[in-house]
């Protein structure tokens, strides 16, 4: 055994996972019952492994240079075993550093890069979505509001969550900020006989949504439009606002702009609730180890990460008061489980649906995207914070009593009664 394959070996037997390594020279070393192999191509990429740049790694396996045998749950695993360190920590900014963060926040979020950014993710291809979403085609944090749900389930128990918390009632205007593929617009016209509008810049999610409005019979009472949310209409504001999975793509050094101009799409008194990825560190806008660079190459461009310390800032800077605030971050992780273990299920399918070298690259991306955010969920380094909320209130008294002229009633008992 050469100095290198001992040192490597030394740096293995330190691992809670029984791990094989294939070096770039052929050689092996590691465990006999490995439940990973690792196949390293070059000595960077070896490199890497020994500093625990697990973005990096990723970059790798998405470009040729390492493949590997086992599960995902397994290499996610190593993934976590191999960190020098918390990867919130090692994201930690300097001044110097947030305030060429915020530059770069502000550069890189004008409505033209927005909406490739989001058609570079979004319109990727919708039966690669398709494959492991469930049927709704609901890429959001799913709702496990029983344990034994099924991924299907509990993204129903999501929508209804929501429509729950807004108090949605029968002919109010109800707006939907990046709807997706759909899921809580229509579940919201069918189940709450609101009138409905969604917005999105994916040009499939568009075309998607509006055929099954046609096919589902909802023409006039729902609508999904090609639009940027700086471009909605406020002469004829809403009831209630939603905003799902939307704001991560805002930029921090937008956000204060962006809850303004929520707050202006609906009538005074009338309720929002902003859903979305919040960073597991006060300071930092991505992970650290090489993950949000990964993430910012492959998977979200533009997409940057608060946290809620400042999401609520910004929030009450946009003349928004925080009424009710849920972290929801076990139940990503389950949810970004159920995403991956369904990818991994239906990999014949995906390659074949993602025929080229580009769209192969793309999967190899997914595969290790949707595990590693499982990962990071688990451990804390990133949270999914619900927050409704409602203009800036003066306040007054007998708020408690119901007064039939006040949306919020301040119990959360009002989601639960029948």
Request: with cysteine; aromatic share 8%; net charge negative.
């Amino acid at each position: 055994m050469s100095s290198i394959s001992s040192m490597v070996q030394a740096k293995l037997d330190q691992l809670s996972v029984p791990i094989r390594l294939t070096l770039p020279n052929g050689e092996q070393v590691g465990s006999a019952n490995a439940v990973v192999h690792l196949m390293i191509k070059d000595n960077a990429t070896l490199a890497q492994l020994a500093a625990g740049q697990s973005g990096q790694l990723g970059e790798a396996y998405v470009e040729g240079r390492m493949d590997f045998e086992g599960s995902m749950r397994d290499l996610m695993r190593l993934a976590a075993d191999i960190l020098p360190g918390s990867p919130v920590d090692a994201a930690q900014a300097g001044w110097l550093t947030s305030i060429v963060t915020h530059l770069a926040s502000v550069w890189r979020h004008s409505q033209e890069k927005d909406a490739k950014q989001i058609q570079f993710h979004y319109d990727l291809s919708d039966d690669f979505y398709a494959l492991w979403l469930d049927p709704r085609r609901v890429y959001s944090c799913a709702y496990y509001r029983e344990p034994d749900m099924s991924l299907a389930q509990a993204q129903e128990a999501k929508l209804d969550h929501i429509c729950r918390k807004l108090r949605l009632q029968a002919g109010e205007r109800f707006l939907d900020v990046g709807a997706g593929w759909g899921g809580l617009l229509l579940w919201a016209a069918e189940n709450y006989d609101v009138d409905v509008t969604g917005i999105t810049l994916s040009r499939n999610q568009h075309a998607y949504v509006n055929g099954l409005i046609e096919q589902k019979g909802l023409k006039g009472r729902a609508r999904m439009m090609l639009l940027d949310y700086r471009e909605l209409d406020e002469l004829k504001p809403y009831d209630k606002l939603a905003s799902v999975g939307m704001f991560e793509h805002v930029g921090r050094a937008q956000l204060s702009g962006y809850f303004d101009k929520l707050r202006r799409l609906v009538k005074p008194g009338g309720l929002i609730l902003n859903h979305g990825i919040t960073a597991g560190g006060v300071d930092n806008s991505q992970l650290g180890a090489g993950m949000g660079d990964f993430i910012e190459k492959y998977i979200f461009p533009g997409g940057e990460l608060t946290h809620i310390s400042h999401v609520l800032r910004h929030l009450a800077e946009g003349g928004l008061e925080g009424l009710d605030i849920e972290n929801l971050r076990p139940h990503y992780a389950r949810t970004l489980w159920a995403w991956s273990d369904a990818l991994e299920s239906q990999l014949d399918k995906a390659k074949a649906t993602l025929d080229s070298e580009q769209g192969q690259k793309s999967l190899r991306a997914y595969r290790v995207y949707l595990a590693g955010c499982a990962m990071g969920f688990e451990h804390g380094w990133m949270a999914l914070h619900q927050v409704l909320a409602q203009a800036q209130s003066a306040g007054r008294a007998q708020e408690l009593e119901y007064a039939p002229d006040l949306v919020y009633p301040w119990r959360r008992d009002y989601m639960y009664s029948r």
